[in-house]
């Protein structure tokens, strides 16, 4: 193949090889890299393989064309003409195994993994009616969509200053309803397509819900990361840049640093706040400092356990807040050198994986700088900067059936003794 290449190698052709080449080598020093030497720093392998089939659960025939993929990563494939899927290289932690097909509702699978092996699972798909859109002429659409997009837009993506660099590409599939009392609510009826040219990641984003009402912003969805190719060497070194500031002072950062015992390394400060629901204002409340060891325990399945009553807030000293925070909290003031937020736990304890994911769906509301930070900052839950340290904590699992090599025939998990 390659004599066939020499003839087209004229001067302005090889520069454009060269520059693409300096391109492929800086992101294959960066990004993969830095997954590989992380990876080596995790107790397991990535030697995990889920396989399986997608069916319709109410007649039990493979759907083939599904998409099956684990949730906030870029892990995913599609079933293929007999309803099979097959996703491999995963890592040990908590996960969520995601299907979702046009005409069907949804279903996923939340697991611990713990033993580089094979699992298969049968993903039942319930089927749902959705009405035709139909064709939409743009010039046609009515104002107030347009208007409820822009909102959809400044609440799903955020406002910060990547959030001006992140478009949605399928804006048509959205469908909007707001009522008089301010609930403001959005579904698809597709997943939306998201290019972020700040952290250089296209999003497809199987969104279920959307609901907005009296300051409280809640969702439900997941997504599945792709990378996007660099136009250049420095935008090539502009994403790497910006992942790692995506990642630094994260909820995930702190979460990480926590279970590390690394705190003080990483820039984090913790205070407990017991009392703050007896105030109007959060600044009031009384602020007491904390240690790893007032919040964070181990329980009898070695599995680290998040544990507290009213808010914990922390402080991140490593990055001052963004120029855009103070008009989003709207304060009248200069941005701060530090960024601070609060963390309450819905129903404690909640379980938190190495990974530095909370387990139990919902299982925690943010206030402050992590809630200002939304999808525009979004990265996916693989993605570890070059010196992070181990993880800490062992998984446990209960709901997954492990299934022997080779994987059982496509009858039996058609059948009732499937996971």
């Known amino acids: 193949m390659l004599d066939r290449l020499y003839p087209l190698l004229t001067p302005r052709v090889l520069r454009s090889l060269l520059l693409a080449a300096a391109i492929c080598a800086v992101l294959a020093a960066t990004v993969p890299q830095s997954f590989a030497q992380a990876d080596s720093t995790r107790s397991g392998t990535d030697a995990i393989t889920l396989t399986g089939v997608v069916l319709d659960r109410s007649t039990g025939t493979p759907l083939p064309g599904a ?6 990563s870029m892990r995913g494939t599609t079933s293929d003409a007999d309803g099979r899927f097959e996703l491999t290289g995963i890592h040990r932690g908590a996960k969520r195994l995601y299907a979702s097909m046009l005409g069907y509702e949804p279903t996923s699978i939340d697991l611990f993994l713990r033993r580089d092996t094979t699992y298969t699972f049968a993903l039942r798909l319930l089927p749902r009616v959705i009405e035709s859109p139909g064709v939409v002429v743009e010039a046609e659409r009515d104002p107030d969509w347009y208007k409820r997009l822009r909102r959809f837009e400044r609440l799903f993506l955020g406002s910060s200053e990547w959030a001006d660099e992140c478009t949605i590409q399928n804006p048509e599939v959205l469908r909007f309803e707001s009522r008089w009392w301010g609930k403001f609510t959005a579904k698809a009826v597709a997943p939306l397509i998201i290019e972020n040219r700040a952290l250089g990641y296209r999003i497809k984003y199987f969104l279920q819900d959307f609901e907005a009402s009296g300051g409280v912003i809640r969702w439900d969805g997941e997504p599945l990361f792709a990378p996007l190719t660099a136009s250049s060497i420095e935008e090539a070194r502009r994403w790497k840049s910006n ?11 702190f979460l990480r640093a926590l279970l590390n015992d690394r705190l003080d390394q990483e820039a984090f400060t913790i205070y407990r706040i017991p009392r703050a629901g007896m105030y109007h204002s959060l600044h009031r409340a009384d602020r007491l400092q904390a240690d790893r060891e007032d919040i964070l325990s181990v329980n009898a399945d070695d599995v680290a356990e998040l544990d507290f009553n ?4 922390v402080i991140y000293r490593g990055e001052p807040e963004s120029p855009k925070y103070r ?4 304060e009248d003031r200069r941005p701060a050198d530090l960024q601070t937020s609060q963390v309450k736990l819905n129903d404690p304890p909640v379980r938190v994986d190495r990974n530095g994911k909370i387990v139990e769906p919902y299982g925690a509301t943010v206030y402050q700088y992590f809630a200002f930070e939304r999808l525009a900052e979004l990265i996916p839950l693989d993605y570890l900067p070059d010196d992070e340290p181990a993880m800490v904590g062992v998984d446990a699992v209960d709901d997954v059936r492990f299934q022997p090599i080779p994987p059982p025939t496509l009858e039996q998990l058609q059948s009732d003794r499937s996971p």
């Not at 008009?327 to 709207?330: G, K, N, P, V």
């Open 67 to 72: 998409h099956v993929f684990i949730a906030q």
């Open 310 to 313: 009213g808010r914990l807030e």
């Open 243 to 253: 992942r790692r500031r995506a990642y630094f002072g994260s909820f995930r950062h």
């Open 327 to 330: 008009h989003w909290s709207r």
